[in-house]
C-alpha cells in the first residue's frame, strides 16, 4: 500500500498543465535549478551541511542532508551550489526515498517514474535503464540502477536506484535528481578523471 501511495504522490506532484521543454521548470518539493536555496533552507544550516572534502575541486558545493518538515515525498535532499555563490542559487537537486533493506521495492518505481517525467516534456532524449558500480565505493558492493533524461539544453534528471554496500553506513534509496548541463559535466570529471 506504501509502494501504491508513494507512485500516486509522486505522479500528483509532477502534473502539468502544458509540456515544457526546460527541465528547469521541474520541481522537487517547490524547488527548481537556478531557485535561491535560501528560500526553503537557513543559511547556518546551508553553511553547516557543505560538504568541502567530498570532490578534488571546489568549482561547486554540494550540500547534504537537508530536510524539510514540509516534505510530503521526499525524506532528505541534496543541492550543490557555485561556490561563493551568497545567493545560494540551486544548481543540482536531489530528493532522496529510504528504503532500508529492501532496494527491490525502488527497483519497481524507476520505469512508472521515468515515464510519467517523460509525459510532461517535449524533445527529451531518455537513456536506456544501466547498472553501475558507485565509483566512490572503492569495494564495488554500491550499485547505482537507473535511468537519466536530458533536455534540450543538456540538463538532467535522473531517476536512480542506489543499492548501498552492506559495509557502508547508509540505506538503499530511490533518488531523483535535477541537474544543470554546468553541474553534471563538473561532477562527471569529478567522478571519472
Excluded at 36 to 60: G, M, P, Q
Excluded at 79 to 92: H, L, R, W
Excluded at 171 to 180: E, N
Amino acid at each position: 500500500m506504501k509502494s501504491l501511495l508513494l507512485i500516486i504522490i509522486l505522479t500528483l506532484s509532477f502534473q502539468s498543465w502544458t509540456k515544457a521543454d526546460d527541465f528547469r521548470d521541474f520541481e522537487i518539493e517547490g524547488m527548481s535549478l537556478g531557485d535561491s536555496a535560501l528560500e526553503f533552507f537557513t543559511k547556518s544550516t546551508l553553511v553547516k551541511n557543505k560538504k568541502l572534502d567530498w570532490y578534488k575541486s571546489s568549482e561547486f558545493i554540494p550540500i547534504a542532508e537537508l530536510y524539510l518538515d514540509s516534505s510530503k515525498i521526499y525524506e532528505s535532499f541534496q543541492i550543490a551550489v557555485k561556490n561563493k555563490d551568497n545567493d545560494f542559487k540551486i544548481q543540482m537537486i536531489a530528493g532522496f526515498v529510504f528504503y532500508k533493506d529492501n532496494v527491490n521495492e525502488c527497483y519497481k518505481k524507476i520505469d512508472d517514474i521515468t515515464n510519467e517525467i517523460k509525459s510532461l516534456f517535449n524533445n527529451i532524449e531518455v537513456g536506456d535503464k544501466n547498472t553501475h558500480k558507485h565509483s566512490l565505493d572503492k569495494s564495488g558492493k554500491t550499485l547505482i540502477t537507473g535511468i537519466i533524461l536530458k533536455d534540450i539544453s543538456g540538463n538532467e534528471i535522473s531517476v536512480q536506484c542506489y543499492d548501498w554496500s552492506e559495509d557502508l553506513p547508509y540505506w538503499d534509496q530511490l533518488r531523483i535528481t535535477i541537474d544543470t548541463q554546468e553541474h553534471s559535466l563538473w561532477l562527471q570529471d569529478m567522478l571519472y578523471n
